[in-house]
């Protein structure tokens, strides 16, 4: 699987951006698409995910600014961000968790390249 992110860009404090990520190649199917972010200096956490079937989950700094979404035909995330901080500023990379045809039920990981979001006050 390979997963194609954009969307990042700069922008002032209060302000949105939507990141978007399309997976290609070849799959049985997409267990849970989502998104990390990697601030400068910091390990890279959970910001949203969206499983085939469930709820989604947000990390704590997130809720209720940020909004997952999947089209699932294109398999496709979204991740509308909604009053950004500059602590949001950072790399974000899309992720999916996938099974492979003749794999089982054993799950696959996928990350995509960081797309770069700057937030200034």
């Known amino acids: 699987v390979q997963l194609q992110a954009s969307g990042g860009g700069s922008v002032q404090a209060g302000g949105s951006l939507t990141l978007s990520c399309i997976a290609s190649?070849?799959?049985?199917?997409?267990?849970?698409m989502g998104w990390y972010h990697q601030a400068p200096g910091k390990q890279r956490e959970l910001v949203a995910a969206?499983?085939?079937?469930?709820?989604?989950r947000y990390g704590d700094s997130v809720q209720s600014r940020f909004t997952i979404s999947r089209d699932y035909a294109r398999n496709a995330v979204y991740l509308q961000m909604n009053s950004l901080k500059p602590e949001d500023t950072g790399d974000y990379y899309c992720?999916?968790?996938?099974?492979?045809?003749?794999?089982?039920?054993?799950?696959?990981?996928?990350w995509g390249q960081g797309t770069l979001v700057t937030v200034s006050s």
């Open positions: 969206i499983p085939d079937a469930g709820w989604q």
């Open positions: 992720h999916a968790k996938y099974l492979r045809y003749y794999g089982g039920s054993q799950e696959s990981v996928a």
């Open positions: 190649g070849t799959f049985r199917m997409i267990k849970e």
